[in-house]
């Protein structure tokens, strides 16, 4: 069974540009989260993308932005970024959509913003 | 609104000590899961325990205890006999009916040989 995984590990990028963060789901999964984890923070739900739509979405701005495919792996996509953007960036997913369907997490993308 | 509290922001203890990790919650849904993840330095959030709000049986799982209290909006997690690899930051979640997940603020565990 192959997890979550994330890429790339590590990004710097410039205040003002933008960034795409990518994730492959594990295997049998259909649903992807998006979760921010600012340093010494609990995760914050960004969105979820169920059947290739979002389906949900947290407190963060237009310009956090996403995509699933039809592989079910997805996208993030920040633009305009900000230094407050500074964070571990964590994907997960599940089964099935549904409350009782624990999160699989991959490693996490940690995105500086300078 | 869903709200997850973890008090304890670090605590510490050495090798073969039992250390118990509070969880507070707060919701208005009367069906809603609980959850319990381990963040070892590699960053990448490892699932422990899932808890549905029907079922407020204490589990035990090797050294690992959780004890659900309905009447207190509390999940606490007892760590017995703690060897140094429990060392981690733990994180209780609750999920609403879209799975959209609420994590506390986490608690990091310091376990000394």
């Known amino acids: 069974e192959t997890g979550v995984t994330q890429s790339p590990t590590h990004l710097i990028k410039t205040r003002g540009q933008q960034v795409t963060l990518r994730c492959s789901s594990q295997?049998?999964?259909?649903?992807v989260s998006w979760y921010q984890q600012a340093l010494g923070q609990g995760p914050q739900f960004i969105f979820q993308?169920?059947?290739?739509?979002?389906?949900g979405r947290g407190n963060f701005p237009p310009r956090f932005s996403g995509l699933q495919f039809p592989n079910y792996s997805s996208e993030l996509n920040v633009n305009a970024l900000e230094l407050d953007d500074s964070a571990l960036y964590l994907c997960?997913?599940?089964?099935?959509?549904?409350?009782?369907?624990?999160?699989?997490f991959g490693n996490g993308t940690r995105l500086t913003v300078t | 609104a869903q709200k997850v509290t973890q008090a304890q922001t670090e605590i510490s203890v050495v090798e073969k000590e039992d250390v118990t990790l509070d969880c507070v919650y707060e919701?208005?849904?009367?069906?809603?899961?609980l959850f319990w993840y381990k963040q070892p330095p590699s960053g990448e959030l490892v699932f422990l325990i899932r808890r549905n709000s029907f079922d407020e049986q204490n589990e035990i799982s090797g050294r690992y205890s959780w004890n659900f209290q309905k009447s207190t909006s509390s999940f606490n997690f007892t760590i017995t006999a703690s060897q140094v690899v429990d060392s981690a930051v733990y994180f209780c979640a609750l999920s609403d009916n879209f799975n959209k997940f609420y994590f506390g603020s986490g608690t990091k565990l310091n376990v000394k040989p």
């Open positions: 919701t208005r849904d009367t069906t809603y899961y």
């Open positions: 997960a997913s599940s089964s099935f959509q549904g409350y009782n369907s624990p999160l699989h």
């Open positions: 993308y169920y059947r290739e739509e979002e389906n």
């Open positions: 295997s049998g999964h259909n649903t």
